[in-house]
């Protein structure tokens, strides 16, 4: 007989699931199951029963060996059950942790299997654009679900919206789209238009703005996405999530020249009503680019810096940002630098004309930062460098009896903020050389408790984790 859950004052229901007799506590059954009138006789479910106990095995011993079942199968009984959140926690990795994350398995669809765009969720699923128009959804246990092929020839910027929603975009074809990757159905379109000006028209796709975790519990958080016309006009475009109608016209620019150009990362920041924005672009003289904030309510722009030169100079001339990205969380930018390759912070909450903090990576970084590519994730920042992926992260601030903070290595300038310490980062390669040989990282994107890395001219999706056997034993 099966058994699961058992609280001392749990109410323990009996099933017959066809033959086979199982015992669980009524308060982690779904409704229809646990309303029983009380009885001796057990109440009989006409499923079958060696898939509930695959469930009950897989929720009671995590780290075993394999179900004999795929994991969209099991969830779907699962959720029947009630127990669906029981079984993807146990399904899922542990947190990921930058020194025992490693590479898990890779995620390669059956077509096409050379990805273009990653829209990972907070619930760990992943949808992924491929080949000519191709889109696969995983499930947050990374099962494969479905394969669907849209209308476009290359998706190039790609949102899940749950529960069964997938917007995305194309550098070759106008306008933001909408599809139902359950069903495979195209749902609806978007279209940039402004009647004062019959220029603006067949503008095209080139990001949408990554959903912070707040956003899991707020369904009215708009999609923000930039449009860009054939002239180079540009801006950013706030839809409602429900009625899928442009809202709100955010930093429209003229696109005329590199400070203005359409921003290829838009991340929402709800807490502070602000919306950043960053563009960079490389060629035969090196990286530029900008990085600006906008407030979402008024339009206007309350931060800006472009690099080289320009606004908010920074004091690192003639390096300018290879990449940039924002930690919701704690509230920070964080960008790499194109020659030095260090990470350099700026609080987003004292922000002035070089608010950056910079830290260095040490000898194995020391090839510098070109092409590389950097993604903010669970309080983590993960940096690609030509000899492997880095990751960086904040320790806690502990202090010695005398009060004095703890020193540590890497350190190149001191904070320009009270609200960053650059004494209290750590940094360490996730990968080893082999690992690096693959090739250069092409996109990084964190979904949960993974990491998904894709290389250039590589087949498929890296899925890197924490493992279950990683740990760590306190020496004092």
Request: proline residues 7%; glycine residues 10%.
């Amino acid at each position: 007989m099966g058994t699961v859950g058992g609280g001392r004052s749990g109410t323990v229901k009996q099933l017959n699931v066809g033959g086979k007799l199982f015992s669980l506590e009524a308060s982690s059954l779904s409704l229809s199951l646990s309303l029983g009138s009380p009885s001796p006789t057990p109440t009989f479910v006409d499923r079958d029963p060696a898939l509930l106990s695959a469930v009950l095995s897989a929720i009671r011993s995590p780290s075993s060996a394999a179900p004999d079942f795929p994991a969209r199968v099991l969830l779907d009984e699962a959720n029947f059950y009630g127990l669906h959140a029981q079984l993807l926690a146990a399904l899922s990795p542990p947190p990921l942790r930058r020194f025992s994350a490693s590479l898990a398995s890779t995620l390669c669809p059956a077509s096409e299997p050379f990805p273009t765009a990653l829209a990972p969720h907070h619930d760990g699923s992943l949808c992924l654009a491929h080949g000519a128009g191709l889109v696969t959804y995983y499930s947050p246990a990374l099962d494969h679900h479905t394969t669907f092929r849209t209308h476009l020839h290359r998706i190039t910027s790609l949102l899940q919206l749950p529960p069964r929603l997938a917007v995305l975009g194309s550098d070759s074809a106008p306008g933001l789209h909408v599809y139902d990757f359950l069903d495979g159905e195209h749902v609806a379109s978007v279209q940039w238009s402004d009647p004062t000006d019959t220029r603006v028209s067949k503008a095209k796709v080139v990001a949408i703005g990554a959903r912070p975790p707040a956003d899991a519990a707020d369904k009215n958080s708009p999609i923000l996405a930039t449009f860009e016309c054939p002239h180079r006009e540009n801006c950013i475009l706030a839809i409602d999530p429900v009625t899928l109608k442009p809202t709100q016209e955010i930093g429209r620019q003229s696109g005329s020249a590199a400070k203005s150009s359409a921003p290829g990362r838009v991340v929402h920041l709800p807490a502070l009503g602000l919306v950043f924005a960053s563009f960079v672009s490389s060629g035969a003289f090196g990286y530029s680019g900008y990085m600006r904030l906008w407030d979402i309510r008024s339009g206007n722009v309350v931060w800006e810096t472009s690099e080289p030169g320009g606004a908010g100079r920074s004091s690192r001339f003639g390096d300018p940002f290879a990449d940039a990205d924002v930690d919701v969380k704690q509230q920070a930018i964080y960008k790499v630098c194109s020659k030095s390759g260090d990470l350099a912070v700026a609080d987003l909450r004292c922000l002035g004309d070089d608010p950056w903090v910079y830290m260095s990576s040490g000898p194995r970084g020391s090839a510098g930062g070109y092409g590389s590519v950097l993604c903010c994730h669970r309080s983590q920042v993960f940096v690609s460098r030509k000899d492997g992926l880095e990751v960086w992260s904040r320790l806690e601030e502990h202090r010695h009896n005398t009060g004095e903070l703890i020193e540590q290595s890497g350190i190149k300038e001191r904070p320009k903020s009270e609200g960053i310490d650059e004494r209290f980062y750590r940094s360490c390669y996730v990968d080893t050389e082999e690992d690096a040989k693959r090739g250069m990282i092409q996109m990084i994107e964190g979904g949960g408790d993974h990491l998904f890395v894709t290389r250039e001219e590589m087949q498929g999706v890296e899925v890197w984790e924490t493992s279950r056997l990683a740990g760590s034993i306190s020496l004092s």
